[in-house]
């Protein structure tokens, strides 16, 4: 099992089993209530099925990208002195 994007503190445990080449595909995926940071996921994907893709809803989507763009800009060598792991506290911005 493959999946992206990769995040520092993100972790997928994959319970995913091979069933027989005419069985469906299905699978579960559960967030730790932590924030999200553990994901578990749990299935059955079919026996010479090719390359599935699928999607799976962060239940947290504001810091999952604050998460990404931390790392974006570390990666180009810009320091932060923020957590990538921390919740997004939106209540410190600006109001509108």
Do not use: C, Q
């Amino acid at each position: 099992m493959n999946w992206r994007p990769r995040i520092e503190g993100y972790n997928v445990t994959s319970n995913v089993m091979t069933s027989e080449a005419n069985e469906s595909l299905w699978y579960t995926a559960y967030f730790s209530e932590d924030g999200g940071a553990n994901i578990t996921i749990w299935g059955e994907v079919p026996a010479h099925g090719g390359t599935k893709v699928r999607v799976i809803h962060v239940p947290d989507p504001a810091s999952f990208a604050r998460s990404l763009f931390i790392e974006a800009l570390r990666e180009e060598g810009v320091r932060v002195n923020s957590s990538a792991l921390s919740l997004n506290p939106s209540e410190r911005l600006p109001s509108a």
